[in-house]
């Protein structure tokens, strides 16, 4: 048999995978299990599946051994020489040629340069989007672009802090997620093909039919998205799990409509992964929301399941809510096309040679002639915006983080002395009716007692489902929001870099490449009515949002309460076959 060493650390999942430690070597089992894995045994017989990357094949010759630090070897990226931390590499195909390498040849130079300078280790609960939760390779395509990274948020919330590089040269920062161990990885977006459509505009006729009247400006003359349709509600009606591979890899379906369209069709999240990285990657000026993360173990459980479509179908509500994203084409096709059908395959390599993504995207608007306002105006309205934006993250941040103590609560200690007072008050009861404490009425005492701590059990056990029907989804609500917040400053970035562009060109002209400020400055505009109209629509959006969300949480809340109380009575009613003492002093000074 082959046998392998493990150039990198790989840490198991799931049952059917083999955690391996660095220069470990390996006895290759099977090696074609599927794409991108084989399976290996250890020198204890353990046998589980592997990335094929993450380990080399032995031979007799030395020259296989891996070069020490400081070697010449240049691991395919020039002469740089790697660390003997140089992370694996990912187990999926990734398209470094973005679109803009079309008219910027240097871009790809740079981006090999950075990838060979800040090529950071993967940590343990980090996965490609070709995961082995939920692999998806009739999905795949040798074309399809996977440069996205997919975390993993373990702070009590379904959610991750996920985002997707919208250029070629992507800038990675690892920010601590507190309560967890985990790193959340997070790729600002930047000014892909900025500089392209500033000094060229459209690379690209931009044909009658790809351009649509997106912004207007209302009664107070702000710019402000035109919703061209009206929105629509999208439901999960429900999810189903299911293996391939003689049962090696494992997935789930959710069946999806909305209620435009007659048509249901399954998704699985590999295919809401992909829909995520289309719209970013299209519109770099429209807030996408993170998905809902994955949970390194319990993937397939009920209570996940269920927790996930309904955050996956928040998520498309909040989509389709937008005048832009809901009627775009790629959101459409995700909705109504069969995964199995032509049109879906045909679609889907439509949206991802899309002419007009990232950047070239401006070139499809129409917007007002006016200008937005002055320069200095702008520069202190989005500064003020993004300040407002910190302080809401925080508030929002500390909401959540209230909402999640009180549904711990509720759900372990209020459930658990609430039921322990029930059986208290039954032993209490059944104490009572005892021959030696007999007494008149004594019998339906120990009756009302019991009821009362039955009672108390059953209120307790309310207390711990009631965060499922109200807590819950309210926190879901505001872990969305907190990932729409924590995206407004850098869809702001994008306009301050619009705006210091536009300044260099005036400062050295030689920048202009022979073009005019009067070419550029309409282009230029058209940046600010996109950033002014996104963060419009998020202001209207918030009011309508919370007010939504927190009637809805209020009412469950009423619902809850009115329940007990009518609990509550109908223990005290279990009182009223005693007769009452008026003679009792206790008793009237009790009611005083």
Known sequence: MSKVRVLYEFHAEDSNELTTFLGEELTVV????????????????????????YVEYLNESDDDIPPPPGSTSNYGFGTTTPS??????????????????????QTFISTANSMSQNYNAPVNSVRSNRSYEEDDSEFSDEDQPTNNTTTINTNGSFYANKEKSRTNTSISSAVSNPGSSATIKLKSKNSYGLDVFLLHGSVKKVLDGDKFSSIILNEQRQSIWKRVSPSYEIQILGYQSDKKYHGVKKFTSYEIQAKIFPQRVKRRYNHFDWLHDRLVEKYPNICIPPLPGKAVTGNFDDEFLSKRKSQLELWLNKMASHPVVGQSEVFVHFLQCDEGSSKWKAGKRKAEKDDYRGAQWFCTLTVPGESVDTTNAIKEKVDKF????????????????????????NSSVLRKEYVHLGKKLDDFGLALNNDSLEAPFNHELTDALITTGNTYTQIGNM????????????LDRFHLYKGIIQQMPEIVQLEKQSIQTYEEFQTKPEKLEGRSLMEI????????????????????????????YMKSFLQQQITFYTEITECLKRAHASFDKIPINKSSNFNSSFRR
Request: charged letters at 15%; proline letters at 7%; one cysteine or more.
């Open 84 to 105: 003997w931390n140089m992370p694996a590499p990912s187990s999926s195909y990734v398209n470094q040629n973005s679109y803009v390498n079309q008219y910027n040849p």
């Open 30 to 53: 099977n090696p074609n299990v599927f794409e991108g894995w084989i399976q290996c045994q250890n020198s204890q017989g353990q046998q589980g599946i592997v990335p094929a990357t």
């Open 521 to 548: 400055a309409p282009r230029r505009e058209i940046i600010s009515h996109v950033t002014f109209a996104e963060i419009n629509q998020f202001n209207r959006d918030k009011v309508d949002d919370f007010n939504e």
């Open 463 to 474: 207390f711990g489902e009631q965060p499922k029907t109200d807590i819950n989804p309210l």
């Open 386 to 409: 993004s300040r407002a934006c910190s302080n809401l993250e925080n508030c929002v941040k500390n909401v959540s983080t209230s909402l999640e103590k009180i549904s711990a609560i």
